[in-house]
């Protein structure tokens, strides 16, 4: 007959190697350890100072913006506004009409002499404009301005944009508690494997010893002759088999080990040694989980809370879409200056001035696009609304499993609690039959792999009961992450 560790054993072992560490850590300790180190919460918190910075941003839209411009640029040739000298007829005052009048030559007749080509009086007197006095020197211009422009009512636009911030920094933060919740959860299950690996590591090795004494007591009564060869043949079998056991719940245990070390952020080949290796006593049945309103345990589940979050960032996606819709004001003053400058006849002075205005648009129509942009806003929110609702019931249907889990999970060490005082008894029972000579060797070997059977279920039961509470913490969002 061949004997059989329990199965869950073989569904820890992970690789790598181990190395022996002084002193002892307590669950609290790996979780902290593991809320420090965790690669992912440390990027969580950048992104969360990334939000910060944003949401200031935002904030920045209303105070009034202040920009500085300069320009330079250099022209070929100068600017003329005379292709050529220009001639310009003179007038005087006439007194009898009391009008200025253009002083034309006038012929024989009385009459003002024209020009033959272009059929224009000949004035009597001309001023002319040199084409040098009206050339100016603008090869090289140097322009620059200081400008303040205020925001009075951009829509809501600005208010969308801050409202998004802040809801994307909330989201964010709710984000990082759910991986928190994460990390001390996976925390949890490897320092618990590994509390159920040591049990089983002492269950193995007294299971080890039985077998040692049982092949002891044989032998010496094959040599009295009330033992057959095939009785220590068959406890031969069975103590090779119990120490490859033992064996692979060790190495089973070394890199246990090794898991939880590295869900700590410690190096692999850390060996920690745990406070509860030595006591596995049941905590007690958590008091309150089967009263828990479900509304209370939606406000408390983070990853709910980010797509909640979303639902008010997809909301301020529609206000900004509405405010392209809408009209905006703007107040704007400036001082500008430049060299040359047109306030002195484009003098090589640097020189300038103030000024200040206020600006409005007016969407009017731009074929439905803003409209139609808006209505896409609102249904993305909905689908998100929807899909909050969908969530929801994931988490009652999830909760509703975790409360199951749990109670069936300490019925059945209440059960393996009976079952291993049963096996107890049945081994005391087995070895007094044996030393009594009522009973074979077989039926002591018997006895003593549903004894160990019995432990082994025992140990499951505890774990399991530790691992259902940890985890209905988690679903209930009760699951602490304080460091």
């Not at 969580?44 to 910060?52: N, P």
């Not at 944003?54 to 040739?77: G, N």
């Amino acid at each position: 007959m061949k004997l059989r560790l329990i199965a869950p054993i073989a569904a820890v072992l992970l690789t790598g190697s181990a190395a022996l560490a002084e002193g002892t850590v307590s669950l609290d300790s790996c979780r902290n350890m593991a809320l420090r180190t965790s690669k992912a919460l440390l990027a969580a918190d950048e992104a969360v100072r990334g939000a910060g910075y944003a949401r200031k941003a935002a904030a920045s839209k209303y105070l009034p913006a202040i920009d500085a411009s300069a320009t330079y640029i250099y022209h070929q040739h100068k600017t003329s506004l005379l292709k050529e000298d220009a001639k310009v007829p003179t007038m005087y005052f006439n007194p009898l009409t009391q009008k200025y009048e253009y002083d034309f030559v006038v012929g024989p007749d009385g009459l003002p002499v024209t020009d033959p080509a272009s059929g224009l009086p000949v004035p009597a007197l001309i001023a002319t404009i040199p084409k040098e006095a009206l050339t100016f020197d603008t090869r090289s211009i140097f322009a620059g301005a200081v400008t303040l422009t205020q925001p009075i009512y951009m829509g809501g636009e600005i208010k969308a944009l801050n409202d998004i911030a802040k809801y994307s920094e909330q989201a964010l933060e709710a984000g990082r508690e759910s991986a928190s919740q994460d990390v001390v959860f996976e925390v949890d299950q490897n320092y618990w494997l590994v509390v159920s690996l040591v049990a089983k590591q002492k269950l193995a090795q007294s299971f080890v010893n039985l077998i040692d004494t049982l092949h002891y007591n044989v032998n010496a009564m094959l040599e009295e002759g009330v033992a057959t060869r095939a009785d220590l043949l068959t406890i031969d079998v069975q103590r090779n088999e119990a120490r490859i056991m033992l064996n692979k719940v060790e190495n089973g245990l070394s890199l246990s080990r090794m898991a939880l070390a590295q869900a700590c952020g410690l190096p692999v080949d850390t060996q920690l040694r745990l406070e509860d290796e030595q006591d596995t006593l049941m905590p007690a049945v958590p008091a309150g989980y089967d009263s828990d309103d479900m509304s209370e345990v939606y406000g408390r589940r983070k990853d709910l809370e980010v797509v909640r979050k979303g639902i008010n960032m997809l909301e301020g996606q529609e206000k900004l879409a509405l405010g392209t819709m809408l009209p905006k004001i703007a107040l704007v003053g400036a001082y500008n200056f430049s060299t040359p400058n047109v306030i002195d006849g484009f003098s090589r002075h640097l020189k300038g001035g103030f000024s200040i205005g206020a600006g409005i648009t007016i969407p009017i129509w731009h074929w439905g696009g803003d409209y139609n942009t808006y209505k896409a806003a609102k249904s993305a929110t909905n689908a998100q609304r929807i899909l909050l609702q969908d969530l929801e019931d994931k988490v009652t249907l999830q909760v509703r499993q975790a409360r199951f889990k749990y109670a069936e999970a300490f019925r059945t060490y209440n059960m393996a609690r009976e079952n291993m005082r049963s096996a107890e008894e049945n081994l005391r029972c087995a070895r007094e039959g044996f030393k009594e000579g009522v009973l074979t060797a077989n039926d002591v070997v018997l006895a003593q792999t549903g004894w160990l059977q019995a432990h082994s279920e025992k140990i499951d039961a505890e774990i399991g009961v530790r691992l259902c509470d940890v985890y209905l913490s988690k679903v209930l969002g009760n699951l602490s992450t304080s460091r």
